[in-house]
């Protein structure tokens, strides 16, 4: 099982871009998927979460600006980030809880990180 991120780019202060992220591999089922970041010189933070049931929440500083979403049948998460400020530059990380077929539990994957560097 992988998870794979796509979407890494330079923008302009108040512009968009969508992340996206895809779990690939022998999956029975993914539960809660996120999206996670790290600033240079800074811890990792959760962004934004979303469940099974497509229920989300969202960091403070990404409220009414990101927004996450998941297709089930395809085994992705998106993060739609817009009105970019220079302070959301950093490395996203995707991550999911996912049952492999035949697994008892769920275990956490992490994608390989995207770079996201937003300019004023």
């Known amino acids: 099982v992988q998870l794979q991120a796509f979407g890494r780019g330079l923008v302009q202060e108040v512009g968009s871009l969508r992340l996206s992220c895809a779990a690939s591999?022998?999956?029975?089922?993914?539960?809660?998927m996120a999206w996670y970041r790290q600033a240079p010189g800074k811890q990792r933070e959760l962004v934004a979460s979303?469940?099974?049931?497509?229920?989300?929440n969202y960091a403070d500083s990404v409220k009414g600006r990101f927004t996450i979403s998941r297709d089930n049948a395809k085994n992705t998460v998106y993060l739609q980030m817009n009105s970019l400020k220079p302070e959301d530059t950093a490395v996203y990380y995707c991550?999911?809880?996912?049952?492999?077929?035949?697994?008892?539990?769920?275990?956490?994957?992490w994608g390989q990180g995207t770079l996201v560097t937003v300019s004023s």
């Open positions: 979303i469940t099974s049931g497509r229920s989300t």
């Open positions: 591999g022998s999956i029975d089922s993914i539960g809660d």
């Open positions: 991550n999911a809880a996912i049952r492999r077929s035949a697994a008892p539990t769920y275990i956490n994957y």
